[in-house]
């Protein structure tokens, strides 16, 4: 009796629990959501926790799982996202920056999927798919960031070093280019260009100073110029004429005329007097022995580096020109001293006031 008692106890349970589950139905929740059921009391849809997904279309007891490299944040969410460039998927929850000049792909699963940029590139962690090369002007530093080139240095895009301007050329255009200075100047530092000054000429961007014997005398100056025969060169910036009883055959200097020979103002050459003449007062002219005015010998004798030849001739009429020709280069070789004078006067007058204004402690 027992027994049977029993039999019929599971018998009645077991037809309670095939109702129950012929009564079940999972119902279809919204996207974000999973059906939940335990008993009649208690039913319904519930929110997908983070890291998973539902997207309401067909009924659901639990919610699907985000793909590696995707994530869901929070819970209740419709689908996954992917991972950023430049950050790599943990836990399905969340996404991790890589480091400081690694970056990496969209949809990420791995912190091994971060990968260092290479030189000359750079990344900031999850600002881009790949790295970045650093742009023309500046240079890669520590994969992490780009550097604006030093004054006078360029560099190419994607640099991790800048290289400096040749000699004569500047940098401009923020570093991203380098271009020649006029001819007649030079560079300062590769920076900027300055016109070569005074007493030197420009070329290839550089200044030269003036081989002697030549002037330069403005700055910015492209060649020099050879001072003539009876002048000298002063500072490579002017041309001095040679005074009386002197001569210049160079342009750099003015040597005394021999003795027995004579120069006016400005010769490139010296005069020899007549027989029986001297050459008085700084060989200026020439003088017989009583004191008077002597003439010259003709034709005249050239006094030059390298001698000078000497070809007498005694004829009377030839001494009588010879002496008005004479007196008439005096005259006119005193009107040019004086002007050379006051000329050279206001030069040194300049050169002492340019002086006094570059140097106002002197």
């Not at 962690?125 to 520590?142: H, I, L, M, Q």
């Not at 004054?151 to 255009?173: K, L, R």
């Not at 020099?224 to 200097?253: L, M, N, W």
Request: glycine residues 12%; proline residues 6%; contains cysteine.
């Amino acid at each position: 009796m027992k027994s049977v008692i029993i039999l019929a106890l599971i018998f009645a349970a077991f037809q309670a629990v095939t109702s129950a589950s012929v009564n079940f139905e999972v119902k279809v929740c919204d996207a974000g959501n999973y059906y939940y059921y335990t008993s009649k009391t208690e039913n319904g849809c519930r929110n997908c926790p983070a890291g998973t997904w539902a997207n309401g279309t067909v009924p659901l007891t639990k919610c699907e799982p985000c793909a590696p490299g995707f994530y869901a944040p929070d819970k209740g969410y419709k689908w996954c996202s992917p991972c950023g460039a430049g950050t790599y998927e943990e836990d399905r929850t969340t996404c991790s920056k890589c480091p400081y000049g690694y970056t990496s792909a969209v949809g990420s699963s791995s912190k091994d999927d971060c990968g260092v940029c290479v030189r000359g590139a750079y990344s900031k962690s999850g600002d881009s798919r790949y790295c970045k090369d650093c742009p023309a002007g500046t240079f890669e530093v520590n994969r992490n960031s780009c550097l604006s080139c030093p004054p006078g240095m360029v560099s190419d895009e994607g640099s991790s070093e800048c290289f400096t301007c040749p000699a004569g050329w500047i940098a401009v255009n923020n570093g991203t280019q380098c271009l020649p200075c006029p001819v007649g100047s030079r560079d300062v530092n590769r920076t900027s260009c300055e016109l070569c000054p005074e007493g030197t000429f420009g070329d290839s961007g550089k200044c030269t100073t003036c081989p002697a014997g030549s002037i330069a005398p403005l700055a910015g100056s492209l060649t020099c110029t050879r001072c003539q025969p009876g002048t000298f060169e002063y500072k490579k910036t002017a041309c001095f004429v040679c005074a009386a009883g002197t001569y210049g055959i160079d342009g750099i200097s003015c040597r005394q005329c021999p003795a027995l020979t004579i120069s006016g103002v400005g010769s490139s050459n010296c005069t020899q007097c007549s027989t029986g003449a001297v050459a008085v007062k700084g060989n200026t002219r020439c003088q017989d022995e009583d004191g008077n005015e002597a003439g010259v010998q003709m034709p005249t004798t050239v006094i030059s580096g390298s001698g000078g030849n000497n070809n007498n001739t005694h004829n009377s009429s030839s001494q009588n020109h010879t002496f008005f020709y004479v007196l008439g280069l005096g005259i006119i070789g005193a009107l040019v001293f004086v002007g050379v004078s006051i000329r050279n006067r206001k030069l040194e007058y300049e050169l002492q006031r340019d002086r006094l204004i570059s140097h106002p402690a002197l």
